[in-house]
């Protein structure tokens, strides 16, 4: 089970900029353990086919990445992958380049874009040739079988496939469950992400000063990560002084004032495509915090490291939601949407409700050791003027919580 040997062998790869050991194929028992949980997931639920669209899940099965946020909003690559067949690969124009160095895919193709901006009027007919497509595929590969799994299609599509007598069934849901558990060698690349993270957190809170804006300091964050391998960002949630409350306001240009608040959750897509999802407050200056401040800090410090002593594998989401910190009344109604949820490219299954919640967005089901998860805290009252956020990012292991992110917290403010 992943250990302190694994953090240090990440913090090696950092400083070296690649693998620790020339001779170690990291990378390549990597995507063979994540093609592997897909395939399971298509075997457990006897559908024969997932084909993917979201970028996100093209990199979990393949390695795969082309332009991630664009690709992610523009469907123009997608991957088909067999329960027991091949992988074939659909990529958008001029560029099979980036599959080079990849050895899942059994056959590249050149891909068939159908979206309005691609195709304008065209986009019906591009739409019935991309099924005709698919369609083949699936009469040549699972003759006796006519479903297909898709995480992610628009109407137009699912149509034209079920007019070639072909069933769409939810492939997202099988993803979700498929990237809920990390190997070792997963969270060695977890870790790398953290470690290019801690490193901008690092620097924002050297930069920090009075009379800087918001935007400002975010850019130490993503100037840190990305000259470390880092790829993208999810959000851009930093804000300071009375913006702080209530949660959810991204970064502005407004100006940071001596001994205000400064939160921030980093949401940060790191080398190798991992998510290191942190959160910590500061005041601005590094001055004493007041004592409204300290009441805010400890009362979040305490739901984070409680709900952290709480989790253990094997124990339901219910359980853990009704048993999880209470948090005070006055606090209550400016909570964060979670009390956790699980991390891996980025945000994923499970998502945990408060327990006020339940009734209308809670879900149950089981943590499991392997499991990576954000635990979550927003406090700030109703009526005031700033709030605390801080998220600590974990491994479930068979003993517990075991921290993935190292990042102080303000203890001398407790």
Known sequence: MFSAEHINNAEAVDAAGGSADPENDLPG???????????????????????LYDSVNIRYATDSSNMQIWTGRNPSRYVLIFAEGPIVAWEFHNCEHVWN???????????????????GPESARRAKQWAREIADLMRRHA???T??????????????????????LDGQAMLEQARSVKSDDELVLVMESIAACEHGMQRMYEELRPGMTEQELWAYLHFESIRRGGEWIETRLLSSGHRTNPWMQECSGKIMNEGELLAFDTDLVGPNGYCADISRTWTVGHVRPTDEQRRLYA????????????LRPGMTFREFSERSFRIPER???????CIAH???????????AHRIDWAGSGYDGSFEAGMTICLESYIGAEDGREGVKLEQQVLLTESGCMPLSTFRFESDWL
């Not at 028992?29 to 084909?51: E, F, I, N, W």
């Not at 479903?147 to 769409?168: F, K, N, Q």
């Not at 009362?299 to 709480?310: K, S, V």
Request: charged letters at 25%; hydrophobic letters at 35%.
């Open 143 to 145: 003759p006796m079988d």
């Open 342 to 352: 699980g991390i891996g490219m980025v945000d994923e299954y499970p998502s945990i």
């Open 101 to 119: 160095g990849l050895d899942p895919i059994d056959e590249l193709r050149s891909a068939t874009c159908w979206n309005y901006f691609s195709a």
């Open 29 to 51: 028992r990597v995507r063979s353990y994540r093609l592997g949980r897909v395939r399971k997931q298509l075997l457990d639920h006897a559908c024969p086919a997932v084909l």
């Open 147 to 168: 479903r297909i799994a898709v995480d992610r299609l628009d109407p137009e599509g699912t149509h034209c496939l079920r007019e070639l007598g072909i069933e769409v």
């Open 299 to 310: 009362t979040a410090y305490a739901q984070i490291h409680i709900n952290m002593e709480l």
């Open 331 to 337: 606090y209550l109604k400016n909570r964060y949407s």
